[in-house]
């Protein structure tokens, strides 16, 4: 039991697929063909080296007006013939796409993310592209569906169609993989495309046989599985023509570098690579100058702030309050409690621990409490992993206890709170973190408990990021703006991170 003075209020708030295929005929007209070649020779000419800066733009609502071209800041590098990129797409109308992919997109947004607007003209040229874009930005769909465009207007290449995929999305978890073959099923069917998805944690044999038997145009995986089954010769990367790698800094951070360097060695040389990151370190820098096409030059988009902005930290979501806690850990669990009491009905908060066992303790704590809880983190079966993110997305369980690296990639809807029981270990995390609130334009709110005992390192890079963001900052915590910085929370990061801020918040 939690001692409070509070009244207890139970909060009720806190409440492989297989796709048909309709492959293109290889049997193409001789104005197809001279339409084809004139189209690649267009877009050869559009792949220069050159960066596409978005300044930070109001997000787009319904009945709103997209931004003007003129909120843009076009920098082509120093090797670029200064030929600018193509203009973004700031209508669905706009774009190419199947009328029955356009549809879709109306019935469910206003306007393109962003992200869509600037990702996807370069996309359709068939140029590689680096994206960073800040979390719940829209990007699945920045790479997705100028995929299924392409897989949908262009012939299919020799070779066997069962275990060669055209296309190739990577996701570091099977949540994202997960989540990502979601969206694709609503869309690759509306263009005559299969898409299959396989990801650690279930029966290969199973995931094999369906594979197979979908015979996918587009392959959603893991890096893991995905390795396993080359090797085991279930998978032929001969035939693919695009790669996405998505949130690659987090597949850095998880280890996948030398399953990527196996998977890339299998692919084709001239293939097209999407990478879209949250962060632009140098081991995300060194990873794209790694597997881009040799001789081309990627189009970089910078999305919610400039090249230099971004160079070196994260880009955090301006959408999301940040307030901070002074706490104890004798005294996080009761705070936690009072904070929860205090929440509106409908509310739904992930709280994010550090250990897998303080996860699995804090649910069992909550649930007796008469709270609707759960937890995700990596010593959980993935059934229990699913069923958990499920009650958790239907507001059964509203209140989800997680770890970093388990709740990385999701994009559940409707998050209204993150609370940060435990200090995230450094900058990139807890900007992550925090972005699993705010998405997709709305507003969310970040509550961090910061211990005295031991989290003063982290204090200058918190209240840096807080102010330029225009946060109010506690007296107790500003006291400590001079400490001695933990490493893993360097100025550096974290001036490239407030610099995004203050440039978002002037939007």
């Known amino acids: 039991m939690i001692e409070s003075s509070a009244v207890v209020i139970p909060i009720v708030l806190l409440t492989t697929f297989r796709l048909p295929c309709s492959m ?21 000419e559009a792949r220069r080296s050159r960066t596409v800066v978005e300044e930070p733009a109001e997000e787009l609502h319904e009945g709103k007006q997209p931004a003007c071209a003129s909120a843009r800041d076009v920098l082509p590098s120093a090797s670029s013939s200064g030929q600018s990129p193509v203009p973004p797409l700031h209508t669905f109308d706009a774009t190419p796409f199947d009328p029955k992919i356009v549809a879709a997109l109306k019935e469910a947004f206003s306007a393109p993310s962003q992200i869509q607007a600037q990702a996807w003209p370069v996309a359709l040229t068939g140029a590689d592209l680096v994206a960073v874009a800040k979390t719940g930005s829209g990007k699945t769909l920045a790479f997705l569906l100028p995929i299924l465009h392409k897989l949908s207007r262009t012939p299919a290449p020799p070779g066997n169609a069962k275990v060669s995929p055209r296309a190739l999305v990577l996701a570091p978890t099977r949540e994202l993989a997960q989540q990502t073959a979601l969206q694709t099923s609503k869309f690759a069917p509306l263009v005559g495309c299969s898409s299959s998805c396989i990801f650690g944690g279930q029966s290969t044999s199973e995931q094999k046989a369906a594979m197979r038997a979908a015979a996918p145009a587009l392959l959603v995986a893991t890096p893991g599985r995905l390795k396993d089954f080359i090797d085991k010769a279930v998978i032929s990367l001969a035939r693919c023509e695009a790669v996405v790698l998505d949130e690659a800094d987090r597949m850095l951070d998880m280890g996948f570098e030398p399953q990527l360097k196996a998977i890339f060695g299998g692919l084709p040389e001239q293939r097209q690579t999407l990478l879209f990151t949250a962060t632009w370190p140098k081991s995300v820098r060194k990873l794209a100058s790694t597997y881009m096409r040799s001789g081309e030059d990627a189009v970089n988009i910078f999305s919610g702030g400039s090249a230099e902005d971004v160079d070196a930290g994260p880009v955090a979501n301006i959408s999301v309050s940040q307030e901070f806690v002074h706490a104890t850990d004798d005294e996080k669990e009761k705070k936690l409690y009072d904070l929860l009491c205090e929440l509106e009905e409908g509310s ?9 066992r303080r ?33 958790f997305a239907n507001n059964d369980c509203p209140l989800m206890f997680a770890t970093s690296v388990a709740a990385r990639g999701l994009d559940i809807k409707k998050v209204t709170h993150v609370i940060n029981f435990d200090m995230a270990r450094d900058v990139e995390e807890y900007v992550h973190r925090i972005g699993r609130t705010g998405r997709a334009g709305a507003s969310g709110k970040a509550i961090t408990f910061w211990n005295p005992d031991y989290d003063k390192e982290c204090a200058p ?29 360097a100025t550096s990061a974290a001036e490239a991170a407030a610099a995004v801020l203050r440039s978002t918040a002037a939007a």
Request: one cysteine or more; hydrophobic letters at 40%; proline letters at 4%.
């Open 461 to 489: 890079g918190l209240v840096k990021i807080a102010r330029t963001a225009g946060q109010p900052v506690p007296d107790w915590l500003a006291k400590y703006e001079k400490a001695k910085a933990n490493k893993l929370w």
């Open 359 to 391: 996860c699995e303790h804090l649910a069992t704590l909550f649930w007796n409490e008469g709270f609707g809880s759960c937890a995700i983190h990596g010593d959980k079966p993935q059934a229990e992993r699913e069923s958990a993110l499920a009650k």
């Open 24 to 44: 293109p005929s290889k049997a193409i007209d001789k104005a197809a063909r001279k339409a084809a070649k004139a189209e690649k020779k267009a877009n050869k």
């Open 348 to 356: 739904r908060v992930i709280a994010f621990a550090n250990t897998k």
